[in-house]
């Protein structure tokens, strides 16, 4: 499962042809946040809501793991048909 049901639930309120590309938005963005903590997609990315998508900074809409409360992540540009987007650790570090 990839989708949290309040983000199918969204999704089946779009119109048809905004669908997919909205499925594709929530799919990358939440691989991209669990890969950025290292524990890649093996946790289930349904327990991260990432729509409804109202800016292109990635909101986590429901209770955040711990082990993810230090990242952030942006949609970005990408061609028709197409999602994108970046994530990264917020983390500092001593030196």
Same mark, same amino acid.
């Given at each position: 499962? $990839? /989708? %949290?049901? &309040? #983000?199918?639930? *969204? +999704? #089946?309120?779009? %119109?048809?042809t905004?669908q +997919?590309g909205? =499925?594709? %938005?929530? *799919?990358?963005?939440? !691989?991209a946040?669990v ?5 890649g997609?093996t946790r289930?990315?349904?327990?991260l809501?990432?729509l @409804?998508r %109202?800016?292109? #900074?990635? $909101? /986590?809409r429901? !209770?955040? @793991?711990d082990d993810m409360? !230090?990242i952030?992540a942006?949609w +970005?540009?990408?061609p #028709?048909?197409?999602?994108a987007?970046l994530? *990264? &650790?917020t983390? $500092? =570090?001593?030196?």
């Open positions: 499962m $990839t /989708l %949290d049901a &309040s #983000e199918a639930a *969204w +999704i #089946e309120r779009l %119109d048809v905004q +997919i909205a =499925f594709y %938005d929530a *799919w990358v963005a939440k !691989e946040l890969k950025t903590t290292g524990v997609i289930g990315l349904q327990h809501t990432v @409804p %109202d800016s292109a #900074e990635v $909101t /986590l429901n !209770e955040v @793991p409360r !230090e952030a942006r +970005i540009a990408a #028709e048909g197409y999602s987007c994530a *990264w &650790s983390k $500092t =570090f001593a030196r």
